[in-house]
């Protein structure tokens, strides 16, 4: 029983280890020039899944980088974050995402970070927001100090694509159950499967009937126009001064 637990330990211990990744993070300040803002630190699986959490640990901002950051929160510029593709290699394309610098100061520099990740671990999204969510573009900070307050540490979320099950039609198929009622005591195609022939009356008895209702309203239509003209000529009449009269109101509205 001891041995069992042992090698039970070692079992969990064993699917908790991985592979160590350390992925550098850059920053530009609106300039274009992108330099080195700290790393993502996380662990990898033998099966190439994400262990844990996955945090991104920023290096202390200079006097050169809190100098940068305040003249963007003053023009209201943009600060950007670029993080490569392929994790395990820096030199893959980059995925970037930008922020407003008045909407980080204006929530004192507390950030969330989210990254959309393929099944092997490529990065195809970087979404990066404020912590409280998104800011009105609008909204400006008077008066900031220059003070830098982003955390040492942030964890970073991330997420893998949805698969939605698939089925076929060989599957479709094999849960079709045909009776052919010989469980009932009839012949093969005598039972509930059969398929009931239908006459031709039977299957167009709908379009005869609306034919049918159509002649009849048709046929009264024409006893009534010979029985009474001069009242539908007076209503057609009446028709047409209403609209002479709707003819003027448009008139006075394109004049407007």
């Not at 990744?21 to 992108?34: K, L, R, T």
């Not at 190439?48 to 901002?61: A, C, D, I, K, T």
């Not at 593709?85 to 407003?100: G, N």
Request: glycine share 14%; aromatic share 8%; proline share 3%.
């Amino acid at each position: 029983m001891l041995v069992f637990v042992l090698i039970l330990c070692v079992a969990v211990r064993g699917s908790w280890a991985g592979t160590a990744i350390e992925v550098p993070v850059e920053h530009s300040f609106g300039n274009g020039d992108f330099t080195h803002a700290g790393f993502l630190r996380g662990k990898i699986s033998s099966k190439g899944s994400m262990l844990g959490n996955l945090v991104f640990v920023r290096e202390p901002f200079s006097q050169q980088e809190k100098s940068s950051m305040k003249k963007i929160v003053d023009s209201n510029g943009f600060y950007r974050l670029r993080i490569a593709s392929v994790p395990v290699d820096a030199s893959s394309t980059k995925v970037m995402a930008s922020l407003r610098a008045q909407c980080m100061a204006s929530r004192r520099f507390k950030e969330s970070i989210l990254l959309e990740l393929t099944d092997d671990n490529r990065i195809v999204g970087l979404d990066y927001r404020t912590a409280s969510g998104n800011c009105n573009p609008r909204e400006k900070v008077e008066g900031f100090d220059g003070e830098v307050a982003f955390a040492d540490e942030v964890e970073v979320m991330f997420k893998y694509p949805f698969s939605a099950p698939s089925i076929s039609m060989d599957d479709i198929l094999s849960n079709v159950n045909v009776d052919d009622g010989s469980k009932d005591g009839q012949k093969p195609g005598q039972g509930k499967g059969q398929k009931v022939e239908k006459s031709w009356f039977q299957q167009n008895w709908m379009f005869i009937f609306a034919g049918a209702v159509i002649v009849i309203q048709v046929m009264g239509n024409l006893a009534e126009e010979d029985g009474g003209g001069g009242g539908a000529g007076a209503v057609a009449g009446g028709r047409g001064g209403g609209g002479g009269g709707r003819g003027g109101g448009r008139a006075v509205r394109g004049r407007r």
